[in-house]
Nanobody, 118 residues
Framework: QVQLVESGGGLVQPGESLRLSCAASRSISNIYRMAWYRQAPGKQRELVASITRGGLTNYADSVKGRFTISRENANNTMNLQMNSLKFGDTAVYYC????????????WGRGTQVTVSS
């Protein structure tokens, strides 16, 4: 089990950038996959981006080319660089850790609010 704490959310205008960070309570170097999910009001939680232990990344079509996920194993941190933000990116963003490839168990952070508004 790992505790996850998100930071970096806020209020921005369309076209601006934000960088989210997720701090883990222990080493993440052996965690199989880490990811960012988001949930907008009235919508289901959706996968935004993920990164495996080996560095393989995956992005939702809606954020490809605008968001970049990275993990800093030495600092037990995962980041999400979000550029060219749109109104549709408004949501609570959650950090997620899936420690094992053979288990469905996952840990979640409490989320950080991102609001894109003019």
């Amino acid at each position: 089990q790992v505790q996850l704490v998100e930071s970096g959310g806020g209020l921005v205008q369309p076209g601006e950038s934000l960088r989210l960070s997720c701090a883990a309570s222990r080493s993440i170097s052996n965690i199989y996959r880490m990811a960012w999910y988001r949930q907008a009001p009235g919508k289901q939680r959706e996968l935004v981006a993920s990164i495996t232990r080996g560095g393989l990344t995956n992005y939702a079509d809606s954020v490809k080319g605008r968001f970049t996920i990275s993990r800093e194993n030495a600092n037990n941190t995962m980041n999400l660089q979000m550029n060219s933000l749109k109104f549709g990116d408004t949501a609570v963003y959650y950090c997620n850790a899936k420690p094992s490839v053979i288990s469905d168990y996952m840990d979640w952070g409490r989320g950080t609010q991102v609001t894109v508004s003019s």
